[in-house]
């Protein structure tokens, strides 16, 4: 099926697919019982850490609507991507094959990787198997979304609105001190990107005086999809891309849909530029902000082969400290808060959605986010690392079969488990792959978790593993219940006893008294990379 390049050719063997998958049996659950096969609602946030209310990220987040699902479901306290960089990510949540697998890690779109171009993604499997399969906003990464892949999509995703000159995208006026110190003008991996790293309340309309000597006509007023974006007031003003899906989405929702469906919700935000109406940040003041947990001499038994992988996060840290010090880290923090609580607010709409609609009592819910952020710790504010803050992320599943709503399960999880987990709730074949690249799928259903997430038995692994960066310079950690192990392609190690040290302070690779630990979580990370 993956074969089959021209457009019109594949969405008719997916309706005449579809059509033949209708007939399949109803859905047996666990309990015998038979019923209708359930729908999936799948969010998607971009670049959201654990600022969530009850996921112990930082403690003045508001996040009630992601809580409330929290409540009727099942949140797995010890989720984690699988590389820490939004196109991989996606392609290998979407694709169940982990980076190291594909060998894709970003580098140009995924369709035309020789594996990836061959892979059966979810919504294929969805569509093939008799699902009406809707998308809307950021569900693969920017420009990579495959709109052949849908039954119907909505919104395009977009970072915006932006800050516009007349000519180009530009930093924010406001934030114009970000860019004049001496250290900025030193910075040559962040001298080009201004637009992202800047912030601040849709109210503080940018405006910029015409630069002949740039070709910059000047420009009054916000843009976005390459062309104007309308605001008069925080009450007359056109949607934000999150808003705009979260709004299709709900529609979506509210339709009667005559065979079972999955939506696929991708919301932009938290991703920086970190732009949301006044109201979120009239939410934090800066003067109330606090810091996260930080030590400042963190980074000094770090493996440094970590510290160079990706220094736009110590590069930005140092920033906003030679911009402003700590204040102006605040500022960061209270755009990035207000961001999180503007697309819970996207999340509850679509929640609400679907309470009101008739597929309420047959929908899975699933919400999670491509990686994690940091905000400050380790002297970093990115994503691209090894450490917790990067690596884990929010996850939470709402299932009608659910028998202990509201529990925690502390067992690693990741997102190439994702792909399984769906196929298995949803009683589709094991195998998508079987007459496309041939590749079985890496991850495992985490069905049993749903059903007991205490003591719920699965076949996969007891670590959750992560890569950083690609071939034989790829750098590698594995996350279990209490320990987390890092091992750098130049031989440098990190290991961390979270049940001591949740913060990841103390590297213990170089203690001899946890060389046992060691070689044991090796000898794991080896086995599940084939690298053994």
Known sequence: MSGIRNPATRRSFLRSAGAAALSAPALVTARGASRARPNVLFIACDDLNDSVEGMGGHA??????????MERGVQFTNAHNNQPWCAPSRASLWSGLYPFTSRYHGSGHWRKHP?????????????????????????????????????????????????????????????????????????????????????GPLSDVPAFKADPAKGAPGYRGWWLYQRPFRYVSEQDREPMPDEACAEWAAEVLSRRHERPFFLGVGFSRPHIP??????????????????????????????????????????KFRLLHAAGGEIMWKRWIQAYLACVTFVDDQVGKVLDALERSPHARNTIVILTSDHGFHMGEKDYIFKNSLWEESTRVPLVIDAPELRRRGARCDHPVSLIDMYPTIADLCGLPADPNARGNGYRLDGYSIRPFLDDPHSGSWSGPSVAVTQLGAGERAHYSIRGRQWRYTLCANGEEELYDHAADPNEWTNLAPDPKFAAVKADLKRELLRITRKA
């Not at 003045?60 to 699902?69: E, G, K, M, S, V």
């Not at 180009?168 to 637009?195: G, I, Q």
Request: hydrophobic share 30%.
């Open 274 to 315: 970190l732009y949301a109406p006044k109201k979120y940040f009239d939410m934090f003041p800066p003067d109330r902000i606090q810091l996260p947990p930080y030590l400042s001499n963190d980074v000094d038994d770090c493996a440094r082969a970590l510290l160079l992988a990706d220094p736009k996060g110590l590069e």
């Open 60 to 69: 003045q987040a508001r996040t009630p609507h992601i809580h409330r699902l």
């Open 115 to 199: 594996v990836l171009g061959r892979a059966v993604t979810l919504m294929e499997h969805l569509g093939k198997s008799g699902y009406g399969v809707y998308g809307t906003g950021k569900l693969f990464h920017n420009g990579h979304e495959p709109k052949d892949l849908y039954t119907q999509y909505g919104h395009d995703p977009d970072f915006g609105p932006w800050p516009w000159d007349g000519k180009e995208r530009r930093e924010h006026p406001s934030l114009a001190c970000l860019f004049e110190t001496a250290y900025y003008k030193n910075l040559p991996l962040l001298h080009e990107t201004p637009p992202y790293q800047t912030w």
